[in-house]
């Protein structure tokens, strides 16, 4: 048995042979080299993991294969179990990482010593002129988004500060918080379970740091793709458990109009324009769930350990707040473009 690292790497494939390759060709590259790197494979039919070993002798890779797809949330469970590591390194097959990703996420821990989670600067692979993300944001209604989603990565994005939660598709996480809070709420499967755990995180008393210099490249849904009718199920119906199982007293009856009116604005708005059928599917899986994650919520909230207020003035304000996203993204869009002119 080699030596324990201090970092965990834990990567979750499903038929992601495209990516997977570059992703762990570019942590051959990091400056900081003391990690192991734990492939969970969801049932795979595409040959993602043949040839590793051959292909990155110098990588101390473990692999753990599942026989089905348990989804993003229970893979993770996995290898944070199966991990040794101090610190669990997130990073999807999609997210490529610049050489001083690693060390950089770890000087901030330790200059940072009183957060527990970190979020990394994504960049649209695609098109680095924009970003994908930079921590992630969680408004009041219970709708999260990426904060600077699209937004120039020129201009936004450059300082390091408090995030109300990592994304997980490049994040790290203490081990010891993230399995004294459970890991991943399973019964997400996938999206938004990152804005979950790190809602549990802070109730626990565990805060979140942005890190603007720990960068990687990201494709974005590179597997399932930002728009298909399984991440808009998902991320509808798993936003609605995550409000009523994490949202504190007596801020859950404070926002719970907030939270309803954003819902059937949303339903209004993808009804009229042909995609009604998925997400009114989602929002009554949701309801139909309403039980089970009323008996979640009585656990969590009983391990809490911050002062409601506190937490809820690191969310996002505003009843009109995620309708506008849109508006100022191309208002920043178009002062950018008349700067240019």
Not at 21 to 47: K, M, P, R, W
Not at 85 to 97: E, I, M, Q, Y
Not at 276 to 303: E, F, M, N, P, Y
């Amino acid at each position: 048995m080699s030596p324990l690292p201090l970092v965990s790497i834990i990567i979750v494939t499903w038929n992601s042979k495209k990516y997977l390759s570059d992703c762990l060709y570019h942590l051959t590259a990091q400056s900081f080299q003391d990690f192991e790197v734990i492939i969970v494979d969801n049932g795979s039919a595409d040959g993602s993991l043949d040839g590793l070993w051959e292909k990155y002798p110098s990588l101390e890779l473990h692999v753990h294969k599942l026989n089905e797809n348990k989804g993003f949330a229970a893979a993770n469970n996995i290898g944070a179990r199966l991990a040794r590591g101090r610190w669990l390194a997130l990073l999807n097959t999609d997210a490529f990482s610049e050489k001083d990703w690693l060390s950089n996420l770890l000087s901030a821990v330790e200059n940072n010593p009183g957060f527990s989670s970190f979020s990394s600067r994504q960049i649209q692979a695609g098109d680095t002129r924009f970003l994908d993300g930079a921590g992630d944001a969680y408004h009041v209604s219970g709708f999260a988004w990426k904060s600077y989603l699209d937004y120039p990565s020129e201009n936004y994005g450059k300082e390091t500060g408090e995030t109300f939660s990592p994304c997980a598709a490049a994040a790290m996480y203490s081990r010891e918080a993230f399995l004294e809070v459970g890991g991943f709420d399973e019964d997400l499967f996938s999206y938004y379970e990152d804005v979950d755990l790190g809602f549990r995180l802070r109730l626990a008393g565990y805060r979140s740091l942005y890190v603007a210099d720990a960068v990687v490249k990201h494709v974005g849904s590179g597997t399932m793709g930002a728009q298909s009718d399984f991440a808009f199920y998902y991320c509808h119906r798993n936003l609605v458990w995550i409000f009523f199982a994490n949202m504190p007293l007596p801020y859950l009856w404070l926002y719970l109009p907030v939270h309803t009116m954003t819902n059937l604005i949303y339903l209004i708005f993808y009804t009229l324009k042909g995609r009604g059928g998925v997400l009114w599917k989602a929002k009554w899986d949701a309801v139909c769930g309403l039980s089970t994650t009323l008996q979640k919520r009585r656990i969590i909230q009983t391990h809490r350990r911050v002062k409601s207020s506190d937490l809820v003035k690191i969310m996002e304000h505003g009843w009109l707040t995620p309708f506008l996203r849109e508006y100022q993204l191309r208002r920043v869009i178009k002062s950018g473009m008349d700067k240019g002119s």
